[in-house]
């Protein structure tokens, strides 16, 4: 959702776009010691996709490093900087009988902008300064029929500045992520509430969006709202409609965008008669979230992060007789990661799974995830205003679980307990986390 009122910060935005200026300022440099030639940056929104064979348009996402500029999500729009001059917003609002063309601007965000408002995409060359620029986007054939030189189209070497810098957050940033979760965390209660009432997936997912005020597509991501043994499949992506009086868990993963800004956020709820054991796992699920979320700060190594999940996991199915096995057996035999398969957390900001997770330095050097969890998303070094998730995560899945049967680390498994336990699915924890000069700042659980 984009303009919201009541959180924004003239001076914050002002200070975000002054910022935004000398890192693109500093790319350029970046290229230009390297013997390019550019000179500015032409930044494209995108363009509008269809359905294949139909004149159905898919729901459209504008381009992250668009979005750093500013909170316009519609399709092609234009953000031209060179050094020493304003940034430029070249707006294309098409004169249109079938359509809402209208792009509302608000004082906060246009006034940073020299604005040139342009009827259409053809009208944009002109408009253009001379000199190479570079083009930033996802429609290579309109770079070339502007002009733009091959190389000059999405430089890797810039890509790669560009996406190690958008980990490390301006205030304006901050506060957009902040109000994003504490508008998840409204739908959220309602959502708990649907499920405590009878609701089903379908109903569940109403209430969050009604209690959020925003439609689906408005969404950041698609939410997954997972009843019993669905809360098993990480990314469940169905709404079932059936009843749901008996259901027992609930496991909901929802955010909210804010101008450009989504918040990720994770809760487990349950009934009173569940398994009584999967009880007590979510208890431990929860206090190992908040254990995590303790040791962030600067200068930890975000797999750092991993590993503690993944031994305070172990020591949760070991304690809770889920494996007959000690925590130290259990890691050894990568025993947890059948039960966490994904990673601790991820990047986020403008995207949910933000860029740069796996870079090392801005030449887009590649800090591998540890060989024992390949789909962990995140391996920087923590940083001061560094923004990610932290979301342990215990499941009984079955495509994973029942192949270890017949292979040796499926005798430290008591079968038993996790028959029974299938029919709870699963669990998972997430808040989203900032890194201050000397610890972290919750910038979910600071709303509930």
């Excluded at 800004?261 to 398994?275: A, E, L």
């Excluded at 305070?312 to 304690?319: D, F, P, Y």
Aim: with cysteine.
């Amino acid at each position: 959702m984009y303009l919201r009122e009541g959180i924004l910060s003239n001076r914050n935005f002002a200070a975000h776009i002054k910022n935004v200026c000398q890192i693109y300022e500093q790319g350029l440099e970046l290229v230009q010691s390297a013997g390019g030639e550019i000179d500015a940056i032409l930044l494209h929104s995108g363009s509008e996709q269809f359905y294949y064979s139909d004149d159905r348009v898919i729901p459209f996402q504008a381009f992250g490093h668009f979005c750093h500029w500013l909170p316009a999500n519609r399709p092609d729009q234009f953000v031209y900087f060179a050094p020493g001059s304003k940034p430029v917003y070249l707006q294309i609002v098409p004169n249109d009988y079938w359509y809402e063309q209208t792009i509302e601007m608000a004082d906060w965000w246009a006034s940073e902008f020299e604005i040139i408002r342009l009827g259409s995409i053809t009208e944009l060359e002109s408009q253009l300064p001379a000199g190479n620029a570079a083009y930033l986007g996802s429609n290579q054939q309109l770079a070339v029929q502007l002009g733009i030189a091959p190389d000059a189209i999405n430089p890797l070497q810039l890509l790669h500045f560009l996406d190690f810098q958008r980990a490390y957050k301006s205030d304006y940033e901050l506060e957009q992520l902040r109000e994003a979760n504490r508008l998840a965390i409204t739908g959220h209660w309602a959502a708990r509430d649907c499920f405590l009432d009878g609701g089903n997936e379908y109903m569940i997912h109403r209430a969050f969006l009604d209690t959020c005020n925003i439609l689906e597509e408005e969404s950041p991501y698609t939410n997954i709202v997972a009843l019993d043994e669905k809360s098993a499949i990480l990314h469940y992506q169905h709404k079932r409609r059936n009843t749901a009086d008996l259901s027992q868990v609930l496991l909901i993963d929802a955010g909210c965008r804010i101008n450009g800004y989504g918040s990720d956020v994770t809760r487990t709820w349950t009934k009173q008669n569940v398994h009584p054991v999967f009880k007590q796992l979510l208890t431990g699920i929860q206090a190992l979230e908040q254990g995590l979320v303790g040791l962030a700060k600067p200068g930890i190594v975000y797999s750092e992060l991993h590993s503690a999940a993944l031994a305070g996991i172990a020591s949760l199915l070991s304690e809770l007789d889920i494996c007959n096995a000690s925590a130290e057996t259990l890691i050894d035999q990568q025993v947890p990661q059948l039960f966490m398969p994904h990673g601790v957390g991820h990047l986020l900001g403008i995207q949910v799974h933000d860029v740069g997770g796996h870079q090392a330095d801005i030449s887009g050097t590649r800090q591998q995830p540890p060989s024992h969890s390949p789909t962990l998303r995140n391996t920087r070094e923590l940083a001061e205003n560094m923004v990610f998730t932290i979301e342990p995560g215990c499941y009984f899945i079955p495509l994973l679980l029942e192949p270890q049967r017949i292979q040796a680390s499926g005798s430290l498994i008591n079968w038993p307990l996790v028959d029974e336990l299938y029919a709870c699915g699963g669990i998972r924890v997430e808040d989203n986390v900032r890194v201050t000069s000397n610890g972290v700042e919750n910038l979910t659980r600071q709303f509930e």
